[in-house]
């Protein structure tokens, strides 16, 4: 069973930075294409960020020059560092394995305020 374990979210002004992360466990973690996603207001969730085995990262277009995806494969985690943070960066932040199937974490709560 994977498990996904977030951490870093907060609440930070437009204009800020935050740091998050996700520890894997319980699978072979370099076997998964790992991701974060979001989730709004209004519950619909929303690619964010992926990174592959191979370490190729993809981006959704209004993060794209501000968020940066990175994965450790030593320590079975990965970040997500999130620069010039604007009020619609707002939501849940989901962390994904994906390998055959999804795996989700629990979600941390991110906050961008004026």
């Known amino acids: 069973q994977v498990q996904l374990v977030e951490s870093g979210g907060g609440t930070v002004q437009s204009g800020g930075s935050l740091r998050l992360s996700c520890a894997a466990s319980?699978?072979?973690?370099?076997?998964?294409?790992m991701g974060w996603y979001r989730q709004g207001p209004g519950n619909q969730r929303e690619l964010v960020a992926t990174i592959t085995t191979g370490g190729n990262t993809r981006y959704a277009d209004s993060v794209k020059g501000r968020f940066t995806i990175s994965r450790d494969n030593r320590k079975d985690t990965i970040s997500l560092q999130m620069n010039s943070l604007e009020l619609e960066d707002t939501g849940v932040y989901l962390c994904?394995?994906?390998?055959?199937?999804?795996?989700w974490g629990q979600g941390t709560q991110v906050t961008v305020s004026s």
């Open positions: 994904n394995a994906h390998w055959l199937q999804h795996y």
């Open positions: 319980g699978t072979v973690f370099t076997s998964y294409t």
